[in-house]
């Protein structure tokens, strides 16, 4: 599987993070901000999962996020950490 097909495997999972309305608003906009991030072709990959991992720990930290919203990020964590 190529680094661009990694990549957009975790836009999948964070773009449903971001389309879940059970999920508080700012975990939803990180969720965005993050794909944002990921898609930043100028960076290096390294520094790109660097910062997105950064958020989403920040996100699943989060006291009012609810339990399948923690376990989402945690997966989509353990992903970016096989692109780094």
Do not use: F, Y
Not at 66 to 79: A, D, E
Request: glycine residues 4%; negative net charge.
């Amino acid at each position: 599987m190529s680094l661009e097909e990694k990549i957009e495997q975790v836009c999948a999972g964070l773009t449903a993070i971001s389309e879940d309305n059970s999920i508080p608003r700012n975990i939803r906009r990180g969720a965005e901000e993050v794909i944002q991030i990921l898609h930043k072709d100028s960076e290096p990959i390294d520094l790109r999962v660097a910062s997105a991992t950064s958020i989403l720990d920040e996100l699943a930290n989060d006291p009012n996020i609810p339990l399948h919203g923690r376990t989402l990020i945690w997966n989509i964590m353990s992903r970016l950490e096989e692109l780094a």
